[in-house]
């Protein structure tokens, strides 16, 4: 055997397919963002509910945005934060995908009337994503968003605190 295929059979040498340096280093990053290291001091895993409150409380940040959620979870939404001890629920429209190092988001939001819909949908991406990778290491590699609605300024709102403080 030769030194060029003694060197290809070491795990990690370029051109054998085991574990080569990319993979290595992609190994590595992920490894690094979930929070733990190649020592086994741990590793920290984020659930979808924690991604999802982040998202929805940065979609809410932003001007235009009136509220979250379908038309009918809005109105259970309504009745559950009426009630004594109710809680508002920061999640309502955002549904989150989390793996090790990755997270993707789908957003249903009611926009205000008046707004132009792209510049509130290219904000609302902008914060979410900002707020999402800097609380939580994830990457966020895509946020879609749809818009189911828009409120008018003489509708009655169905959710008098559309807006969480």
Same mark, same amino acid.
């Given at each position: /055997?030769? $030194?060029?295929s003694a060197?290809r059979?070491r795990p990690?040498?370029?051109?054998?397919?085991s %574990?080569?340096e990319?993979? +290595?280093?992609?190994r590595?990053t992920?490894? &690094?963002k979930?929070?733990?290291d190649?020592?086994g001091?741990g590793r920290t &895993?984020?659930?979808?509910?924690?991604v =999802?409150k982040i998202?929805?409380?940065?979609a809410r940040?932003?001007i235009?945005?009136?509220? /979250?959620g379908?038309?009918?979870?809005?109105t259970?939404?309504?009745?559950?934060?009426r009630?004594?001890?109710?809680k508002?629920?920061v999640?309502?429209? @955002?549904?989150?995908?989390v793996? +090790?190092v990755? &997270?993707?988001l789908?957003? =249903?939001? @009611?926009?205000?009337?008046g707004?132009?819909?792209? $510049?509130?949908?290219?904000?609302?991406?902008?914060n @979410?994503?900002s707020?999402?990778e800097?609380? &939580?290491?994830? +990457?966020? @590699?895509e %946020?879609n968003?749809?818009?189911? $609605?828009?409120?008018?300024?003489? =509708?009655?709102? $169905? =959710?008098p +605190?559309?807006?969480l403080?």
């Amino acid at each position: /055997m030769s $030194d060029t295929s003694a060197q290809r059979n070491r795990p990690g040498a370029p051109g054998n397919d085991s %574990v080569g340096e990319p993979a +290595e280093q992609a190994r590595k990053t992920a490894i &690094t963002k979930r929070g733990g290291d190649a020592g086994g001091r741990g590793r920290t &895993t984020i659930a979808d509910g924690v991604v =999802e409150k982040i998202a929805g409380l940065a979609a809410r940040d932003v001007i235009g945005v009136h509220a /979250m959620g379908s038309g009918l979870s809005r109105t259970f939404g309504a009745v559950r934060d009426r009630v004594p001890g109710g809680k508002p629920a920061v999640s309502r429209g @955002v549904k989150a995908e989390v793996g +090790e190092v990755q &997270t993707a988001l789908d957003l =249903e939001i @009611v926009v205000d009337y008046g707004v132009s819909i792209a $510049d509130v949908a290219r904000d609302v991406r902008e914060n @979410v994503i900002s707020a999402v990778e800097r609380m &939580t290491g994830l +990457e966020v @590699v895509e %946020v879609n968003i749809a818009v189911s $609605d828009v409120k008018l300024p003489d =509708e009655e709102d $169905d =959710e008098p +605190e559309s807006r969480l403080q």
